[in-house]
């Protein structure tokens, strides 16, 4: 049972966040077992659970490991990431720094469209959430009228935000070079508001 606990918490450090499905797919046992580990894990605070809103339908319940949970699995490139950027701020500037985010935006879209299919506006939709979370983020998105208002309530670069703003240039180029080029920016966690937002119009051929 303790093999299976640890096997749960590993593949949610790896995969950052997943279904039960996707859990007992990835740790070899039914799904049921999987649900009682993470009650038991939720109860000791070392994962928590949001739903994912997918279109029509119920919501998915997708589980990631809370902030105690991740501290079992410390990651050293987060401060090497944090002196990348100070260097490059101290060597050529900030906006040298905007320019090297923009372009692993851009290099990571590219690789994206390669997968990012759908014959329809829900299911490219639904696959661009999905995908996503593969990074990190926790995508939800509604239609309102003519537009459409994409919500990530789980920023994977949180640890950089208080001391580099700039790293927002990231997911603002890969989400809009995956949606729409003049995807508008709504709202940030940086601001204090439960998620950032997104929106653009549908255009229709």
Known sequence: MKNTRDSILKN???LRQATVNQLAEQVGVNPITVRHHLINLKN???VQSTEQRHGVGRPHLLYRLSEEGQQR???NYKRLTDSLLVSIKSLY???ASI???ELVGKEMAEYYKTVLKGSTLEEFLDRF???MTKEGFQIQWELKGSRIYIHNSNCPYHHLNSAHPEICHLDHTLFSCLLDPDLRFEGCIMEGKPECTYSYEVKHE
């Open 93 to 95: 500037g900030k906006e």
């Open 99 to 101: 320019e090297l985010l």
């Open 73 to 75: 699995f410390p990651a």
């Open 44 to 46: 000791e605070n070392l």
């Open 12 to 14: 949610l450090a790896l």
């Open 129 to 131: 959430s999905q995908l």
